[in-house]
């Protein structure tokens, strides 16, 4: 047997046992909130919502990244051994055809979850690097690329404008009073529409009240209000 | 720019039909096709003339080559909407739909509009229905303020399209309540 028939079978055969039926999904209000149930990509993508709707940045997801890469990446390669047997049927070349469209669809989701975290890192590079404890949340990659973005920020303001001006007002995070800080930092007032994926502890609102969401219900408030619940993935941003 | 302005702000109507895409949707298959492992899990298999359960981006895909018909949900039926409709006209409150009908229905209405029984009827109650949501979610300005406005029942398209004014609004009174003496607790920055 030559490799490709080998391959066409693995096809398959990762087909039956790799991955287990997906659970029904209907669409129906929030039947796919349960966590079990809950499919890498799903996650993925609501992770991503919360990326995108958040004015923070959150916690990367390593773990549930690397392995949505490495399924692109073993899907990519059985996709591109099948691609070169001549003697592929007719249904044999749709499948791959609809395996190629869903890689094409996951590598979206993830490059715009990467550059959402991207443009939230070179903005807030300097506000990030002073607390050990943000770094926590980025990959060692994103950390590394932080770094070196805002050495060269510091560098290029240092060389173009800086260097020209008296020693006093030459640092880049003085606090001038009645002005906004000169490290930028996301605003956590921001209000953001939240849905809860299960019945939440209450928080207390900035006007004083408390509020306890129930499972399915939306809300728009404050980030910072629901800052902790995001953080236990008992609420996702939508 | 590692994310283009335009998409700082707001997540667009495409990225929430990709979204949407990815629930899962009857078909009856007119090819048949070995059950076969996608990233979002296996699928198939495929065998006419029994109903398969398959993510609407297949569907979709399979239906532009004519390779099936699309089962349209029970909710995107003209009883069903018309329902819905009595409901949201006669109920202050909004009426239960799922999360992503809009993009769902846009999907199927644009596509697999033969499959469905008197589209243009469906097309027609779809509007109602949005226009009678839109009034009342545009009612909820009225009731915003600095701190919580609750929108239970609202769908991600609607959500998406009061986001900036929602969201600027609320941010625009924050601001015109923040106290300088008294900071308010929950803050940490």
Redesign the interface.
Known sequence: MDTSSLNQIDFIAKARNASPSPPPRDGFLFTDLDDAQELPLQKLIRHWMNERHAPDILPIQAELLAGILDHIHKQSSTVSLLRTDPDASEDEHFRIMLAQTEIERVKFVVRSYVRTRLSKIEDYARWILADPLLQGRLSETELKHAKSYANLLATHFEESVLKALPGAQQSLDDPVPFMPPMITAPDKMRPVFVLARRDCPSVYLPDGTKMEMRKGQISLTQYRVIESLLFQDLVELV | ???PQS??TS?TPP?LE???????IDIVPL??????????????PLRPPAKA?VPL??AV?LKLKR?CHIVP?E?LSVESLQDKLTRETSNPGFS?L???FAE?SKVILDIASDDLENPDKIRTLLKDIREARQSKSREGISKL??????????C?ME?NEI?PF??KG??VL?KL?RDPEHP??????
Do not use: C
Request: charged content about 25%.
């Open positions: 720019m590692a994310l998409l700082r997540v990225e990709l979204i949407a895409s990815e629930q899962l090819v048949t096709m070995e059950k076969t492992a996608f990233i979002s899990g296996a699928y198939g359960r981006w297949i895909n390779k949900p909710w239960e799922p999360f992503r769902i303020d600095h701190s919580e406005l609750g929108l239970s029942g609202l991600s959500i986001r929602f969201i609320m941010s924050t309540i308010p607790k929950l803050d940490e920055t």
